[in-house]
Nanobody
């Protein structure tokens, strides 16, 4: 089992920044590839950013150039730095861990955090 706990969400004005953290515990963190997803109000969960199995990063077009995913193996934590936030970035953000499968599909991920709310005001 892997437990994931997100933090760092909140209310920010458009153009501002937030850094989300996802602390992992349980089984070996390095055995999983991590990703971030979000679920805007009234919409389905969507891909935001992820590591591929060989350590490369992938981003949704809507966040490319503004968001950065990173990880700290020593702390078993993955981060999502979000800059130049827009009102359309408002969503509940989830981190997730997968052992195999596509980095972009929610169905590939085995473990999910509880989510953290990000609200961007205009």
């Amino acid at each position: 089992q892997v437990q994931l706990i997100e933090s760092g969400g909140g209310l920010v004005q458009a153009g501002g920044s937030l850094r989300l953290s996802c602390a992992a515990s349980g089984r070996t963190f390095s055995g999983y590839a991590m990703g971030w997803f979000r679920q805007p109000p009234g919409k389905e969960r969507e891909f935001v950013a992820a590591f591929t199995r060989n350590g490369n990063t992938r981003y949704a077009d809507s966040v490319k150039g503004r968001f950065t995913i990173s990880r700290d193996y020593a702390e078993s934590t993955v981060y999502l730095q979000m800059n130049t936030l827009k009102p359309e970035d408002t969503a509940v953000y989830y981190c997730a861990a997968r052992s195999m499968g596509s980095w972009i599909l929610t169905t590939s991920y085995d473990y999910w955090g509880q989510g953290t709310q990000v609200t961007v005001s205009s």
